[in-house]
DNA sequence: ATTTTCAAT
């Protein structure tokens, strides 16, 4: 399933930043493709919604298939997850990054996925090591509908939990 | 400090 843009209901369901994230079975995938650094006339942008296949495995296949991809030409993927990959994304994504050393990766997760799992952990470091970066930070200026061009009004902790995932980030990785 | 989350019923 994909979109051009996230509406503002599920935007806010599925991109809370709560550390108790009930009930979000699902893992929105906002992406951006640019030459070099995001911009706002990217060369692609894309909202995934997957329910069989991970939505980052999903992001791939479109990658593979989306002629952008050219071994003599820089490309910047900016992604902005709900959840951050687990650990058999990030291991496939992690081997993608190593084999196109013209590719960069931005995540721009509003939670960590399974983050007191030590696999899970091992995958984020994984990721880290073929140089993508892992951030905390929402689309909402670039993704979500409507929004009449008003700033998002911040929920009860977003900046606390915002810190708090980057807080467990930073331990995981160093 | 803890948690249950790309479900499983
Ligand atoms: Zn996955």
Avoid: M
Avoid at 57 to 73: A, K, N, R, T
């Amino acid at each position: 399933l994909c979109s051009l843009r996230i509406h503002r209901k599920t935007f806010l369901f599925h991109f809370r930043n709560l550390r108790w994230a009930l009930g979000r079975h699902n893992t929105f995938l906002c992406y951006q493709v640019d030459r070099k650094e995001p911009a706002s006339s990217a060369l692609a942008s894309q909202v995934l919604l997957e329910t069989h296949l991970h939505a980052e495995l999903c992001f791939l296949y479109w990658l593979h298939d989306y002629p952008v991809l050219f071994p003599s030409q820089h490309l910047h993927i900016t992604w902005y997850v709900s959840w951050s990959p687990c650990c058999d994304c990030a291991e496939q994504v992690s081997a993608f990054l190593a084999s196109h050393a013209n590719v960069s990766l931005t995540i721009y997760a509003a939670r960590l996925y399974y983050f007191w799992r030590t696999e899970y952990q091992e995958g984020l470091r994984k990721l880290q090591q073929e140089g993508a970066r892992v951030r905390f930070k929402h689309c909402w200026e670039n993704f979500v509908y409507p929004h009449d061009g008003r700033p998002l009004r911040p929920w009860k902790r977003l900046f606390n939990n915002c810190h708090f995932q980057a807080n467990k980030l930073q331990k995981i990785l160093q």
